[in-house]
T-cell receptor, first 115, second 115 residues
Framework: EAGVAQSPRYKIIEKRQSVAFWCNPI?????LYWYQQILGQGPKLLIQ????????DSQLPKDRFSAERLKGVDSTLKIQPAKLEDSAVYLC?????????????FGPGTRLTVL | AQSVTQLDSHVSVSEGTPVLLRCNYS??????LFWYVQHPNKGLQLLLK??????LVKGINGFEAEFKKSETSFHLTKPSAHMSDAAEYFC?????????????FGTGTRLKVLA
């Protein structure tokens, strides 16, 4: 089966600019996650969708980050305006459902550098 | 809330020798636990998972882990390291919060395999 797709793979922007990331989960997966992985740290959950509804966005900096999952399939994550501390790898993952035993499948990530 | 501690940020072993990557967790209930591997510029891949069945869990590529409730540990082992095992390894606990589950990642252990 095809894996989780993400684009772009790399992005370099100036601070205060905006940027958007795209994710296409595995077909049939109801739950989609966006993580932020800062260099040297483990991934941190930003937002979790169940179909097209938000389940958990408690760690999403809502003053600058936004995400949507229209039609319950693809998702986009946007940062506007970007700050230097947003430099990280942004990972998208999906799973069949949101039970604790379900494996999450991860995409290759988008590496963002903010100058 | 659950938490995960990976006791070593870096581990070096010689090819053909055993691998031990240590992980301790804290949890207010019986959690699901996972080990993921991340090769450079690639997505996270599941090695194995514990979901309250057998305490000794076998995974891919010869890895296994033992769930020890009394020690709150979930250490990852492999009898004989291969050069291709060099990567970053993450221990993950599934945290139950407000009716949903989310992954809590450890900070990672970078495994280096020496020829």
């Amino acid at each position: 089966e095809a894996g989780v797709a993400q684009s772009p793979r790399y992005k370099i922007i100036e601070k205060r600019q905006s940027v958007a990331f795209w994710c296409n989960p595995i077909s049939g997966h109801a739950t989609l996650y966006w993580y932020q992985q800062i260099l040297g740290q483990g991934p941190k959950l930003l937002i979790q969708f169940q179909n097209n509804g938000v389940v958990d966005d408690s760690q999403l900096p809502k003053d600058r980050f936004s995400a949507e999952r229209l039609k319950g399939v693809d998702s986009t994550l946007k940062i506007q305006p970007a700050k230097l501390e947003d430099s990280a790898v942004y990972l998208c993952a999906s799973s069949w459902d949101r039970e604790d035993y379900n494996e999450q499948f991860f995409g290759p990530g988008t590496r963002l550098t903010v100058l | 809330a659950q938490s995960v501690t990976q006791l070593d940020s870096h581990v070096s072993v010689s090819e053909g020798t055993p691998v031990l990557l240590r992980c301790n967790y804290s949890s207010s209930y019986s959690p699901s636990l996972f080990w993921y591997v991340q090769h450079p510029n690639k997505g996270l891949q599941l090695l194995l998972k514990y979901t309250s069945a057998a305490t000794l869990v076998k995974g891919i590529n010869g890895f296994e882990a033992e769930f020890k409730k009394s020690e709150t540990s979930f250490h990852l082992t492999k009898p004989s390291a291969h050069m291709s095992d060099a990567a970053e390894y993450f221990c993950v606990v599934s945290d139950r919060d407000s009716g949903t589950y989310k992954y809590i990642f450890g900070t990672g252990t970078r495994l280096k395999v020496l020829a």
